[in-house]
């Protein structure tokens, strides 16, 4: 690299300089991918014939009418609403349970908690997938312990999925609503006590109004995640329960119906975008004040 | 403050128990001396371990996933510096959108990417090569190496450059004797970061590896489609055990929440 050169350049051109490398490398392999792939989702397919390059609103007319893609986006909808609610309930509470912590304490606990971050994805699901089969580990212990009789479906349902992806997301929500906890001035919470307010009146009224910016980017992170999730649910979902993202992979590498398949990936961009960025303006107009 | 309570420490007790439970099954399984899951109930055996090495494609992947995470975060850190140094120094027209096109990989499912790189590595003649990869790799972790050195460079103080130049350096002495040394954590801490994310991504990949070039997460995930056994198991325990090291190190080294909290991947 020769840094030389651009700071030998006019002052307004250094930017576009520095910058330069970078923005073209993401044009080229960016923007025109994507917008090959909605070029594509536009394009004709047959089985005997292949991509045919025809302007046809075949696909989106087929995702738009067929019940089975409604089905299988509701779907993926649901799951993503129910790991970011299960993220939310588990990992506040933990978040200000390791806040409270000593320092010593706490970093050794937050490996626990970053550190399945790091492993590789496939590895975790294969964790719940001896977990949660028929004669995993958890069935036996349920029964053990006598609470069922016959072993609960958890493979191949959104159930097990859900558990899976939040085990996987959750510490986007604790590291989220952890920063806004490390910006509470612990003073306040001592405030609120000597006023005679009990432990669950300063955890409704004082605490949790101020970690709600933490708790909602933390969802979103967490929502577009598990909505855009690619491994868990196809090993725990299997090939029956398709969420959008295996819905793609199957057009793609099994039917070799790629425009088809371009269409759902262009819709799944789409509605995540759409999702993303209204609800970033929501947070941000509401809670314009707590953001620096 | 005041301490957790009882209650709080059993939920926390809980909370550890459901993030540790999944790796630890497979720790456990991976030394059954049964040639199906089971725990292994007569005692520990390394059948399953041993069993790898009969497997040169496994081998071969994670060979493959190393040189991969090396040379696609080393081209990123290489892009993300210069880039950077401009976003974090400079007010520019064009500063925020390409800031959000920079951190757009983050956003876009990498279904969507691993389709997209399907569809123009196969109109380019790149599909199913190693330069394929590598390029593709390198726009999905540029956004955490680009966030960490981001991070370093807005807090420094630009009077020691001016200071090394009015002493008479020129531009590259300044940047290779002042500038990088300043930013370094941040090169170093956002390499690693881009090295990780590369050597687990598997949804984009999957998209656009081919049998004789793949990673190891992507073959891992192609064998689990077919059958669960203890052989995935055991190289699933392997990975865990290789990240608790590299964990170890790196808190050591770093400080966990340094490199994570506020600037983690998200």
């Given at each position: 690299m020769t840094l030389a050169a651009p700071f030998a350049l006019p002052q307004r051109a250094t930017p576009y300089a520095l910058t330069g490398p970078a923005l073209l490398v993401f044009l080229g392999l960016v923007i025109i991918p994507l917008g090959m792939t909605v070029l594509l989702s536009f394009y004709d397919w047959g089985?005997?014939?292949?991509?045919?390059?025809e302007f046809t609103l075949k696909n989106w007319l087929e995702i738009a009418t067929d019940s089975y893609f409604f089905e299988i986006f509701l779907r993926t909808f649901r799951i993503s609403v129910l790991v970011t609610l299960a993220t939310i309930l588990i990992g506040v509470p933990e978040a200000y349970i390791l806040n409270r912590m000593s320092p010593a304490w706490r970093s050794a606990f937050l490996l626990v908690v970053i550190g399945p971050l790091l492993v590789s994805v496939v590895a975790r699901t294969l964790g719940w997938a001896l977990l949660l089969g028929s004669t995993g580990l958890v069935n036996q212990g349920l029964i053990a312990l006598g609470l069922i009789s016959t072993p609960l479906e958890f493979m191949f349902t959104e159930t097990g999925v859900v558990i899976a992806l939040t085990h996987v997301l959750i510490p986007f929500m604790i590291l989220a609503v952890w920063a806004s906890l490390q910006r509470l001035d612990p003073q306040i919470e001592n405030a609120a006590s000597s006023l005679g307010a009990g432990s669950l009146t300063i955890w409704r009224r004082v605490i949790l109004p101020q970690v709600v910016p933490g708790i909602l980017s933390g969802s979103i992170i967490v929502f577009a995640l598990a909505a855009s999730a690619f491994a868990s649910p196809a090993i725990i979902g299997g090939r029956r329960l398709k969420v959008a993202s295996t819905l793609a992979y199957d057009e793609f590498l099994n039917t070799l119906n790629w425009p088809l398949g371009a269409a759902v990936a262009t819709l799944l961009l789409v509605a995540l975008v759409l999702i993303i960025v209204g609800s970033n303006r929501l947070v941000e107009r509401r809670y314009a004040q707590v953001f620096e | 403050m005041k301490r957790n309570g009882p209650l709080a420490l059993v939920f926390h007790a809980l909370f550890l128990v459901f993030m540790l439970a999944p790796l630890l099954i497979v720790c456990i399984v991976a030394f059954t001396p049964e040639g199906y899951l089971s725990l292994p109930t007569r005692g520990p055996s390394l059948r399953w371990f041993r069993a790898i090495?009969?497997?040169p494609e496994f081998i071969r992947a994670f060979r493959d996933s190393l040189w991969l995470a090396a040379l696609s975060s080393t081209i990123a850190i290489i892009l993300a510096v210069p880039a950077a140094l401009a976003i974090a120094r400079y007010r520019f027209p064009g500063r925020e959108a390409m800031t959000a096109l920079f951190m757009s990989p983050l956003m876009v499912p990498h279904v969507v990417l691993g389709i997209a790189f399907l569809r123009f590595f196969t109109q380019i003649g790149l599909s199913g090569t190693f330069t394929g990869l590598v390029l593709s790799h390198v726009i999905v972790i540029l956004p955490f190496a680009l966030r960490l050195v981001l991070a370093s460079s807005y807090g420094i103080d630009q009077r020691i450059e001016h200071a090394a130049v009015s002493l008479g350096a020129g531009t590259g002495t300044v940047f290779r004797r002042v500038t990088l040394p300043l930013i370094l954590p941040g090169v170093v801490s956002g390499w690693l970061l881009a090295a990780i994310n590369s050597f687990d991504e598997v949804t984009m990949t999957v998209f656009i590896a081919s049998p004789q070039t793949t990673t190891l997460p992507v073959r891992m995930f192609l064998y689990i489609q077919d059958n669960i056994d203890p052989l995935i198991a055991a190289i699933s325990a392997c990975l865990i055990a290789l990240t608790a090291v590299m964990l170890f190190a790196l808190d050591r080294l770093f400080g966990l929440d340094r490199l994570f909290v506020g600037s983690g991947k998200g």
């Amino acid at each position: 690299m020769t840094l030389a050169a651009p700071f030998a350049l006019p002052q307004r051109a250094t930017p576009y300089a520095l910058t330069g490398p970078a923005l073209l490398v993401f044009l080229g392999l960016v923007i025109i991918p994507l917008g090959m792939t909605v070029l594509l989702s536009f394009y004709d397919w047959g089985q005997y014939k292949g991509i045919v390059p025809e302007f046809t609103l075949k696909n989106w007319l087929e995702i738009a009418t067929d019940s089975y893609f409604f089905e299988i986006f509701l779907r993926t909808f649901r799951i993503s609403v129910l790991v970011t609610l299960a993220t939310i309930l588990i990992g506040v509470p933990e978040a200000y349970i390791l806040n409270r912590m000593s320092p010593a304490w706490r970093s050794a606990f937050l490996l626990v908690v970053i550190g399945p971050l790091l492993v590789s994805v496939v590895a975790r699901t294969l964790g719940w997938a001896l977990l949660l089969g028929s004669t995993g580990l958890v069935n036996q212990g349920l029964i053990a312990l006598g609470l069922i009789s016959t072993p609960l479906e958890f493979m191949f349902t959104e159930t097990g999925v859900v558990i899976a992806l939040t085990h996987v997301l959750i510490p986007f929500m604790i590291l989220a609503v952890w920063a806004s906890l490390q910006r509470l001035d612990p003073q306040i919470e001592n405030a609120a006590s000597s006023l005679g307010a009990g432990s669950l009146t300063i955890w409704r009224r004082v605490i949790l109004p101020q970690v709600v910016p933490g708790i909602l980017s933390g969802s979103i992170i967490v929502f577009a995640l598990a909505a855009s999730a690619f491994a868990s649910p196809a090993i725990i979902g299997g090939r029956r329960l398709k969420v959008a993202s295996t819905l793609a992979y199957d057009e793609f590498l099994n039917t070799l119906n790629w425009p088809l398949g371009a269409a759902v990936a262009t819709l799944l961009l789409v509605a995540l975008v759409l999702i993303i960025v209204g609800s970033n303006r929501l947070v941000e107009r509401r809670y314009a004040q707590v953001f620096e | 403050m005041k301490r957790n309570g009882p209650l709080a420490l059993v939920f926390h007790a809980l909370f550890l128990v459901f993030m540790l439970a999944p790796l630890l099954i497979v720790c456990i399984v991976a030394f059954t001396p049964e040639g199906y899951l089971s725990l292994p109930t007569r005692g520990p055996s390394l059948r399953w371990f041993r069993a790898i090495f009969d497997y040169p494609e496994f081998i071969r992947a994670f060979r493959d996933s190393l040189w991969l995470a090396a040379l696609s975060s080393t081209i990123a850190i290489i892009l993300a510096v210069p880039a950077a140094l401009a976003i974090a120094r400079y007010r520019f027209p064009g500063r925020e959108a390409m800031t959000a096109l920079f951190m757009s990989p983050l956003m876009v499912p990498h279904v969507v990417l691993g389709i997209a790189f399907l569809r123009f590595f196969t109109q380019i003649g790149l599909s199913g090569t190693f330069t394929g990869l590598v390029l593709s790799h390198v726009i999905v972790i540029l956004p955490f190496a680009l966030r960490l050195v981001l991070a370093s460079s807005y807090g420094i103080d630009q009077r020691i450059e001016h200071a090394a130049v009015s002493l008479g350096a020129g531009t590259g002495t300044v940047f290779r004797r002042v500038t990088l040394p300043l930013i370094l954590p941040g090169v170093v801490s956002g390499w690693l970061l881009a090295a990780i994310n590369s050597f687990d991504e598997v949804t984009m990949t999957v998209f656009i590896a081919s049998p004789q070039t793949t990673t190891l997460p992507v073959r891992m995930f192609l064998y689990i489609q077919d059958n669960i056994d203890p052989l995935i198991a055991a190289i699933s325990a392997c990975l865990i055990a290789l990240t608790a090291v590299m964990l170890f190190a790196l808190d050591r080294l770093f400080g966990l929440d340094r490199l994570f909290v506020g600037s983690g991947k998200g």
